[in-house]
């Protein structure tokens, strides 16, 4: 296949893309192009359009290979997320050319959360991910940031469910379902919106409520169906950044 695409774009658009890099998976083919090359969004989609009838394959375009390790930490932590509901605070990927990856997953959550069945489900979205790129030996590592601190995950499921909503409505509605000793303050909900806003998971409006942008609903649906492969989910929703 990728000498059916090699030959294509050898001659399409003045070979302005034949120096493009091909890597390929069974569920997604990604044509890197670099940086250099002047292209408009338009062109750009004009030939993932065409090169996806030629292989009859999904296919992204990335303008640089950093983009591809972006897209790999992307859909990676909006899948943990979907999982089982803990927010990713950071992924490491390391020798992604070598096709021998580590990745060191820091999740933020509640020392209770962190269960083996958890972590279970984590490796197996993680080799989800990678297999479907063709990396076979992945080395999976966990660094858990535990905390009693009011979570990201809490505020924005509670947006999610009740949206629009203010912030005292969000503080009432925390403290009613919370097992804290102490009681949840306004002000605490509202350095988690701000760390969300910031995350463009969050909109707020001039009515002073909250709402959830598409990406957080797409984190958090679980009433999505599941038929469709999980990594094409999480690389559309990548591919929504760009």
């Given amino acids: 296949m990728n000498d059916l695409i090699r030959e294509f774009i050898r001659d ?6 034949k120096n493009s890099k091909i890597e390929e998976g069974p569920e997604v083919t990604f044509l890197i192009i ?23 394959s999904e296919v992204m375009i990335v303008r640089h290979a950093d983009r591809l390790r972006d897209t790999i930490t992307q859909s990676l932590g909006a899948l943990i997320a979907e999982a089982v509901g803990i927010l990713v605070d950071s992924i490491n990927l390391e020798n992604l050319r070598s096709f021998k990856p580590t990745v060191s997953i820091s999740l933020l959550c509640h020392e209770d959360e962190l269960t083996k ?23 999976i590592l966990f660094e858990a940031r535990f905390t009693d601190h009011l979570a990201e995950a809490e505020v924005l499921q509670i947006i999610l469910r009740n949206s629009p909503v203010s912030a005292e409505k969000i503080c009432s509605a925390l403290n009613f379902q919370s097992t804290r000793s102490s009681a949840i303050s306004v002000a605490q909900v509202l350095l988690v919106i701000d760390r969300l806003r910031k995350k463009k998971w969050v909109i707020w409006q ?15 649906a679980s009433h999505r169906s599941r038929s469709s492969s999980d990594v094409k989910r999480a690389l559309e929703l990548a591919r929504k950044k760009w």
Avoid: C, M, W
Avoid at 36 to 56: C, F, G, M, P, Y
């Fill in 206 to 220: 001039e009515s002073g409520n909250y709402v959830p942008t598409h990406a957080s609903l797409y984190i958090f």
């Fill in 117 to 139: 069945e958890t972590t279970k489900k984590i490796t197996k979205v993680a080799n989800s991910v990678f297999e479907s790129l063709e990396y076979r030996n992945t080395n």
């Fill in 34 to 56: 670099d940086d250099t090359v002047q292209a408009t969004e338009r062109q750009i989609s004009t030939l993932r359009s065409k090169v996806s009838q030629l292989i009859d």
């Fill in 12 to 17: 399409f658009s003045r070979g302005r893309y």
